[in-house]
């Protein structure tokens, strides 16, 4: 944020310099396939062995993610991000307790309009 002060009144207005949005999606289904589209990961398959490899890659894909919760009361929170990369910081679980799984992070970028993303709502219909 950047402040604007006079000499006389202190803080008149602030605005936003720099707008970061970021994601972290928790526990998704590990599908080794589908690294590739959101990572830039290298996945390659031979005989009944498959390898994936996560380099440091010039083109990590820009993907459009959308995220859909279900809510208690019948109605749905959809979140759409037009435009995002991984950050590059990967979480790998590994627990007696619980099963393997990766936590993803990414950095959402502005469209052409300037938005990040989309927050909708619906609610259950009455009968």
Do not use: C
């Not at 950047?2 to 972290?24: H, Q, S, W, Y």
């Not at 990369?85 to 393997?100: C, I, L, R, S, V």
């Amino acid at each position: 944020m950047k402040d604007i002060k006079t000499a006389n009144r202190g803080l008149v207005k602030r605005f936003p310099v720099d707008t970061k949005v970021e994601l972290k999606t928790g526990v998704l289904t590990w599908k080794i396939d589908r690294l590739n589209e959101l990572l830039g990961a290298t996945v390659t398959t031979t005989g009944n062995d498959k390898k994936t490899v996560i380099g440091n890659s010039d083109d990590m894909p820009v993907v459009y993610l959308r995220f859909v919760h279900k809510k208690k009361d019948g109605g749905t929170l959809t979140v759409n991000i037009y435009q995002a990369q991984a950050d590059g910081k990967y979480d790998f679980n590994f627990d007696n307790e619980k099963p393997t799984t990766i936590n993803y992070a990414f950095i959402g970028l502005a469209n052409s309009t300037g938005n990040y993303l989309e927050i909708l709502e619906t609610f259950p219909t009455e009968a």
